[in-house]
């Protein structure tokens, strides 16, 4: 499992030209599900995402989660993330997961995250969306979890 995440002070999310999420400060996560990922990857992602340091404390250096800052999050699924880039002009998908597993593990997320962070909003799986965002700094991260029962 990977999630690309953007540290911004602003995102949203639309689907036919109407916005169906956004927040303010927070993070955009762009989510690629791969084969062999599952329910423990998904929530040790979401365990990640809310615990990674990225904002700036008190002097400056980025010691803060967006739960410390009462930050939101935005998820959207991007299975090209899981595509193979190693070779050729062209990428491949085989290690991305099939669409029903990776729909099945997105809206985990979707639950667990609209648990822990009240600043939570969403794409919408397998729609043609568009992603507007102000990336604050630029502060971009790739996180990744092994797929696999031990995760």
């Known amino acids: 499992m990977r999630a690309l995440i953007q540290r911004v002070s602003e995102a949203s999310v639309s689907v036919e030209g109407q ?5 303010g400060r927070g993070l955009l996560v762009l989510l690629g599900v791969e084969r062999g990922d599952g329910p423990p990857q998904a929530a040790r992602m979401v ?7 990225v904002f700036a404390d008190g002097e400056g250096r980025m010691n803060r989660s967006v739960l410390d800052v009462r930050g939101g999050v935005l ?22 997961a099939a669409p029903q597993e990776a729909r099945q593990l997105y809206e985990l997320m979707c639950q667990l995250l609209a648990g822990r962070c009240p600043g939570f909003g969403s794409g919408c799986f397998g729609a043609d969306m568009q992603v507007g965002l102000v990336n604050d700094g630029p502060v971009t991260f790739m996180l990744e979890i092994a797929p696999g029962p031990a995760g």
């Open 19 to 23: 916005c169906i999420a956004a927040i």
């Open 75 to 96: 998820l959207v699924s991007q299975f090209t993330l899981a595509a193979d880039t190693g070779r050729g002009l062209r990428p491949g998908f085989s290690r991305a």
């Open 47 to 53: 365990d990640k995402l809310l615990a990674y340091r």
